[in-house]
């Protein structure tokens, strides 16, 4: 069974960092794209950024580039988002997604080309 177990949301302040963490099991993390979403209170899911393991490709909405960085531990089966300067606009609770397998050096961005899901983290940032 695949599980991705998404962690390290919390409250924070306006222009302070996370880190966001999710593990994944029952997979290996080989040809794959593992993306990070986004769902704020009364808003759409939206892509926040993803990770294509052909060439290390990386995507970023425009609305955290420069701010947040995405980055893949094969070995240990994780990948990571590092927020930094968050903003109160940066506040949802962020799930991770896997695709597997996934054989392009792009990641898709569309929420119904992943494969497997995380519960959701968390992340409210005060003003």
């Known amino acids: 069974e695949v599980q991705l177990q998404a962690s390290g949301g919390g409250l924070v302040r306006t222009g302070e960092s996370l880190r966001l963490s999710c593990v994944a099991s029952g997979l290996t993390f080989d040809d794959y794209a593992i993306a990070w979403f986004r769902q704020a209170p009364g808003k759409e899911r939206e892509d926040v950024s993803c990770?294509?393991?052909?060439?290390?490709?990386?995507y970023y909405a425009d609305s955290v580039k420069g701010r947040f960085t995405i980055a893949s531990d094969n070995a240990k089966n994780m990948v990571y988002l590092q927020m930094n300067s968050l903003k109160p606009e940066d506040t949802a609770v962020y799930y991770c997604?896997?695709?597997?397998?996934?054989?392009?050096?792009?990641?898709?961005?569309?929420?119904?080309?992943?494969?497997?899901w995380g519960q959701g983290t968390l992340v409210t940032v005060s003003s």
């Open positions: 997604a896997v695709r597997t397998p996934h054989y392009g050096n792009y990641c898709p961005r569309a929420s119904e080309l992943y494969d497997y």
């Open positions: 990770i294509s393991d052909r060439d290390g490709n990386t």
